[in-house]
């Protein structure tokens, strides 16, 4: 029986797809695989029996990431999964930011008790016009799953689009509407879009990458977008811009004390992925990555550790084996399953900087002593037995 915990609610529909060979518990410490949305885990106490985190959802900077690869723990994420409840929130943002929308609505709620409110907003509402969306320039930077998305709606409503991605996938690039223009310096974004989104992870490269010396390229008068990661951006910075009048709206679906009621900032409670379909979505894919990893061993939008798929084990055994990226690590892992006498039918192997795994297909059962053998070579992180 295969033990899994969740600490935070999972949709139904994900968890429905275990089947009677899988057992829900309440405690982590109990549990050999984890699910997740936005709970910390950096202070926890990962226990040894822990084989797999799937993460409903892209972040993962709740997740000790460095922590669980040296414990031989494989993280997962959902890439895609949230992509479209995020790309039309994003919409409705570019919509909010160039017709004064919310100044409106608060003017009619101000007014309710005006018999004569409808003739009262034909003189008010020269107050909150705007700006047509179609044919302005919209930059989107990070040509991902939501970034395609983004990229794809905007032309399809008539901007001009440009994106920026340096390692923009091959599938990636088929699916990019040709009419949007690819830019090979995110400066050119800066320098010449009216609106700019940001549509990339938060890693140390990127943290505060939207900062003074960006924002002063920008145009006067920019709409900067931020449905990501609330520490890509400067927001000291970003405040400061909008109180000068550099900036024209800052639009952000992570709530601060630096930028809620802040003057041109429309902060959105953190709704991108709140919607039932995206919900269900990554509840689905993050139920069955786990279930691939733990029934064949396979592994799917890992960010610790390689992606391998070596399908279903059509073989006598197999054994998963997480290691270090150390030279001659295959030719001393092969030696110990040699030295137990048992065949080796088909090897896989990827490796992810200092992080490998090794899935071996065996033409006879490998038992606990072979386990343990494997385990005492040197950078071996975990063993596990897949059949």
């Keep these: 029986m295969v033990k899994y915990t969740c600490l935070n609610p999972i949709a139904q529909c994900g968890l ?19 699910l997740v949305r936005s709970a910390a885990m950096h202070d926890l106490e990962l226990p040894e029996t822990l084989e797999a985190i799937a993460r409903a959802g892209a972040g993962v900077n709740n997740i000790p990431l460095e922590k669980c690869a040296e414990k031989g723990i494989v993280v997962f994420n959902t890439p895609g999964a949230n992509a479209n409840g995020v790309k039309e929130l994003v919409i409705a943002g570019l919509l909010l930011a160039s017709r004064d929308i919310i100044g409106g609505i608060e003017w ?55 994106g920026y991605d340096p390692f923009m996938s ?22 010449s879009c009216d609106y700019i989104t940001i549509h990339v992870p938060l890693v140390d490269a990127t943290r505060k990458m939207v900062n003074k010396e960006a924002i002063d390229m920008m145009k ?60 269900d979505n990554c509840a689905i894919m993050a139920v069955e990555e786990l279930k691939d990893y733990i029934e ?69 059962p490998a038992d606990e002593k072979v386990v343990e053998s494997l385990k005492a070579v040197e950078g071996v992180l975990k063993v596990r037995l897949v059949k």
């Design 16 to 34: 429905g797809i275990f089947d009677d060979k899988y057992e829900k518990v309440e405690n982590l410490e109990d549990a050999q695989a984890v």
């Design 108 to 162: 009619v709620k101000d007014n309710k008790d005006d018999e004569n409110v409808g003739k009262a907003a034909e003189k008010a509402k020269k107050a909150f016009a705007g700006n047509e969306i179609a044919g302005k320039k919209l930059g989107v930077i990070g040509l991902g799953a939501i970034g395609i998305k983004v990229a794809n709606a905007a032309c399809a409503l008539g901007m001009d689009v440009y």
């Design 170 to 191: 091959v599938n990636a690039a088929w699916a990019v509407d040709k009419a949007v223009n690819h830019v090979v310096s995110v400066e050119d974004i800066y320098k």
């Design 220 to 279: 006067d008068g920019v709409v900067f977008l931020n449905f990501s990661r609330d520490s890509l951006v400067d927001e000291d910075e970003m405040v400061a811009a909008l109180e000068a009048g550099k900036v024209k709206r800052y639009i952000v679906d992570f709530p601060s004390a630096k930028t809620a009621g802040k003057k041109g900032c429309i902060v959105i409670p953190h709704l991108g992925a709140s919607t039932e379909e995206s919900e």
């Design 296 to 364: 064949n061993g396979n592994i799917t939008h890992s960010v610790n550790y390689p992606d391998c798929d070596a399908g279903v084990c059509t073989t006598a055994g197999r054994v998963a084996i997480l290691h270090k990226n150390i030279q001659n690590m295959i030719s001393r892992l092969a030696a110990v399953v040699g030295d137990a006498g048992i065949n080796i039918a088909l090897m896989t192997n990827k490796s992810r900087g200092e992080y490998a795994y090794s899935l071996f297909d065996l033409d006879s």
